[in-house]
C-alpha cells in the first residue's frame, strides 16, 4: 500500500530472496482455502488501524514472497516525559496475560472492543457459551466492576470480590428499591437491615470503572479519515499512517517451481498475498465511500451549524450495497478528525440524533455538577433547554434510567 493509494504487485532492486525450495517447510501451515481467505476479508475490514498495522507485518514475515517497503509509525512520545498507561493499555496487558488460547483471545478482543467510555458493555448484550465465561473471567479484571453490562451487575461484581455477602444480596434481589429508598420494602423482604451499613459498603464503589483513569480517551485514537474544511466546500482523506507498504517479489511473479509440491505452496503464498491486496482494497474503497456519505449527510453538524441528522446503519447499508452486519464491522474502532474534532464514525450514524445528543449533554451535566448539591430533573431540564433541548422533566426522568444515573437524592448518597 503507497501514499497514493496504489498497491504494487512487484518491485525492482528487491534484496535476495528466499529459495523456492524452502516454500515446502512453510507450505503445510499456509495452505489456504476459500473459508479462510474469506473470514480474512472480514478480518481486514473490522481491525482498528494499530492493529490492521501489526497483522500485516506478520503476515508479511510468514509470507516469503511479500517484501516490506516502509512502516512509518506515529511519532513516539518522548521518551524524557513519563506517561501515564491509557485504559485500554492496562486491560489489553491484563487481557494478554489471562488468555493464551487463539479463539479465547479473539472473544476477549470483541468484548474490549464493546466498552463504552465509562466502562461497561451494551446492556443489551447477549452472551452464551464459551463467551459467558471469558465475560466472566474478564469481569475479575482491574479496576472493579469493568466488563459490567449495567450499573446493577457493576456493583454485583464488587461487592461479591469484597466479600459483602449481605449488600451484594440486597442490591441482587432489590436495585430498584434501593434506587428509590423505599426501605420499607426492603425491610418486608430482609427484616431487620443496617442502611448506613449498606450505604457505607456502596460508597465505596466504582460506579465508573474508566474513572480511575481520569477523563482521557479509553482507547488510543487512530485516524482513519480526515475531514476538513476547504474552500468552496470539503476534503476527504484517507489516513494509514499505523498501515506498512510492501509488494510482491519480482523474482516470484514468473517462477516456474520444479516440482508438484512446490507449485502447490507457490499457489498458496500467492493466493494468499493476492488476497490480502485485494481485502485491503475493499476496505480502503469501503471508508471513503462511507466517509462521502456520511459528509454529504452530517456536514451541518461537523460545521456545528446543526445537529446530526436521522441516518441509520440500515440506510447506509442499502445506498452501499452491503450487508448490516458488514457495515457494522466496518465502523467498528474507526475514527475520524473532523472540524468538531476527533469523532467516532459509529458516532455520526443514528436515527434519533436529537436524542441522542440530549443525553449526551445530560450525561455532562450530572458529571459535572456539584457532587454535595446534585441537579435535581426540573433544573437538568432548565439547562437543557438553555443548551436548545426543550425537554419535559419526565423525559429527564427517562433519559437517566437509560443512562444509568440516579435522582438527585441517590447521586448525593453515592
Same mark, same amino acid.
Given at each position: 500500500?503507497?501514499?497514493?493509494?496504489?498497491?504494487?504487485?512487484?518491485?525492482?532492486g528487491?534484496?535476495?530472496a528466499?529459495?523456492?525450495?524452502?516454500?515446502?517447510?512453510l507450505?503445510?501451515?499456509?495452505?489456504?482455502?476459500?473459508?479462510?481467505?474469506?473470514?480474512?476479508?472480514?478480518?481486514?475490514?473490522?481491525?482498528?488501524?494499530i492493529?490492521?498495522?501489526?497483522?500485516?507485518?506478520e503476515e508479511?514475515?510468514?509470507?516469503?514472497?511479500?517484501?516490506?517497503?516502509?512502516?512509518?509509525?506515529?511519532?513516539?512520545?518522548?521518551?524524557?516525559?513519563?506517561?501515564?498507561?491509557?485504559?485500554y493499555?492496562?486491560?489489553?496487558?491484563?487481557?494478554?496475560?489471562?488468555?493464551?488460547?487463539?479463539?479465547?483471545?479473539?472473544?476477549?478482543?470483541?468484548?474490549?472492543?464493546?466498552?463504552?467510555?465509562r466502562?461497561?458493555?451494551?446492556?443489551?448484550?447477549?452472551v452464551?457459551?464459551?463467551?459467558?465465561?471469558?465475560?466472566?473471567?474478564?469481569?475479575?479484571?482491574?479496576?472493579?466492576?469493568?466488563?459490567?453490562?449495567?450499573?446493577?451487575?457493576?456493583?454485583?461484581?464488587?461487592?461479591?470480590?469484597q466479600?459483602?455477602?449481605?449488600t451484594?444480596?440486597?442490591?441482587?434481589?432489590?436495585? +430498584?428499591? @434501593?434506587?428509590?429508598?423505599?426501605? &420499607? $420494602?426492603? !425491610?418486608?423482604?430482609? =427484616? *431487620?437491615?443496617?442502611?448506613?451499613?449498606?450505604i457505607?459498603?456502596l460508597a465505596r464503589?466504582?460506579?465508573?470503572?474508566s474513572?480511575?483513569?481520569?477523563?482521557?480517551?479509553?482507547?488510543?485514537?487512530?485516524?482513519?479519515?480526515?475531514?476538513?474544511?476547504?474552500?468552496?466546500?470539503?476534503?476527504?482523506?484517507?489516513?494509514?499512517?499505523?498501515?506498512?507498504?510492501?509488494?510482491?517479489?519480482?523474482?516470484?511473479?514468473?517462477?516456474?517451481?520444479?516440482?508438484?509440491?512446490?507449485?502447490?505452496?507457490?499457489?498458496?503464498?500467492?493466493?494468499?498475498?493476492k488476497?490480502?491486496?485485494?481485502?485491503?482494497?475493499?476496505?480502503?474503497?469501503?471508508l471513503?465511500e462511507?466517509?462521502?456519505?456520511?459528509?454529504?449527510?452530517?456536514?451541518?453538524?461537523?460545521?456545528?451549524k446543526?445537529?446530526?441528522?436521522a441516518?441509520?446503519?440500515?440506510?447506509?447499508? +442499502?445506498? @452501499?450495497?452491503?450487508?448490516?452486519? &458488514? $457495515?457494522? !464491522?466496518?465502523?467498528? =474502532? *474507526?475514527?475520524?478528525?473532523?472540524p468538531?474534532g476527533?469523532?467516532?464514525?459509529?458516532?455520526?450514524?443514528?436515527?434519533?440524533?436529537?436524542?441522542?445528543?440530549?443525553?449526551?449533554?445530560?450525561?455532562?451535566?450530572?458529571e459535572?455538577?456539584?457532587?454535595?448539591h446534585?441537579?435535581?430533573d426540573?433544573?437538568?431540564a432548565?439547562?437543557l433547554?438553555?443548551?436548545?433541548?426543550?425537554?419535559?422533566?419526565?423525559?429527564?426522568?427517562?433519559?437517566?434510567?437509560?443512562?444509568?444515573?440516579?435522582?438527585?437524592?441517590?447521586?448525593?448518597?453515592?
Amino acid at each position: 500500500m503507497f501514499s497514493d493509494g496504489s498497491y504494487a504487485m512487484g518491485r525492482e532492486g528487491a534484496p535476495t530472496a528466499m529459495k523456492p525450495s524452502l516454500f515446502l517447510k512453510l507450505a503445510p501451515e499456509r495452505r489456504l482455502v476459500l473459508s479462510y481467505v474469506m473470514q480474512q476479508a472480514l478480518h481486514i475490514l473490522q481491525m482498528p488501524q494499530i492493529d490492521l498495522g501489526q497483522w500485516l507485518l506478520e503476515e508479511i514475515e510468514k509470507n516469503p514472497l511479500l517484501e516490506i517497503d516502509s512502516y512509518k509509525r506515529s511519532a513516539a512520545p518522548d521518551p524524557e516525559i513519563p506517561s501515564p498507561i491509557s485504559f485500554y493499555d492496562h486491560l489489553l496487558s491484563q487481557l494478554r496475560d489471562t488468555f493464551s488460547d487463539k479463539q479465547e483471545r479473539k472473544i476477549a478482543y470483541k468484548f474490549l472492543g464493546e466498552l463504552d467510555e465509562r466502562g461497561f458493555l451494551p446492556e443489551e448484550l447477549l452472551v452464551k457459551g464459551p463467551a459467558a465465561k471469558i465475560l466472566t473471567i474478564m469481569q475479575s479484571f482491574e479496576p472493579p466492576g469493568i466488563f459490567a453490562r449495567n450499573l446493577k451487575e457493576c456493583l454485583l461484581i464488587q461487592l461479591k470480590r469484597q466479600g459483602k455477602h449481605f449488600t451484594y444480596q440486597l442490591v441482587d434481589q432489590c436495585f +430498584e428499591d @434501593l434506587l428509590h429508598a423505599r426501605f &420499607t $420494602l426492603i !425491610r418486608k423482604k430482609f =427484616g *431487620k437491615v443496617d442502611f448506613a451499613a449498606v450505604i457505607h459498603d456502596l460508597a465505596r464503589l466504582n460506579l465508573r470503572p474508566s474513572h480511575s483513569f481520569g477523563r482521557e480517551p479509553l482507547f488510543p485514537i487512530y485516524i482513519d479519515l480526515k475531514i476538513t474544511k476547504v474552500q468552496g466546500g470539503w476534503s476527504l482523506e484517507l489516513v494509514e499512517d499505523e498501515l506498512p507498504t510492501f509488494h510482491i517479489k519480482d523474482e516470484y511473479l514468473n517462477l516456474k517451481p520444479e516440482s508438484t509440491e512446490e507449485h502447490l505452496a507457490l499457489r498458496d503464498f500467492k493466493t494468499q498475498a493476492k488476497w490480502i491486496f485485494r481485502s485491503l482494497q475493499r476496505r480502503r474503497k469501503l471508508l471513503k465511500e462511507l466517509g462521502k456519505l456520511l459528509l454529504s449527510k452530517q456536514c451541518a453538524f461537523l460545521e456545528a451549524k446543526g445537529p446530526l441528522k436521522a441516518l441509520g446503519m440500515k440506510e447506509i447499508a +442499502e445506498k @452501499l450495497g452491503i450487508h448490516e452486519s &458488514t $457495515l457494522s !464491522r466496518a465502523v467498528a =474502532g *474507526k475514527y475520524a478528525a473532523t472540524p468538531r474534532g476527533i469523532l467516532p464514525i459509529r458516532g455520526l450514524i443514528t436515527k434519533t440524533p436529537e436524542a441522542l445528543d440530549a443525553r449526551s449533554t445530560l450525561e455532562k451535566l450530572v458529571e459535572t455538577e456539584n457532587k454535595e448539591h446534585p441537579l435535581t430533573d426540573q433544573e437538568l431540564a432548565h439547562k437543557l433547554k438553555e443548551k436548545g433541548y426543550p425537554i419535559a422533566r419526565r423525559t429527564i426522568a427517562k433519559y437517566r434510567t437509560q443512562l444509568k444515573i440516579g435522582s438527585a437524592t441517590q447521586r448525593k448518597y453515592l
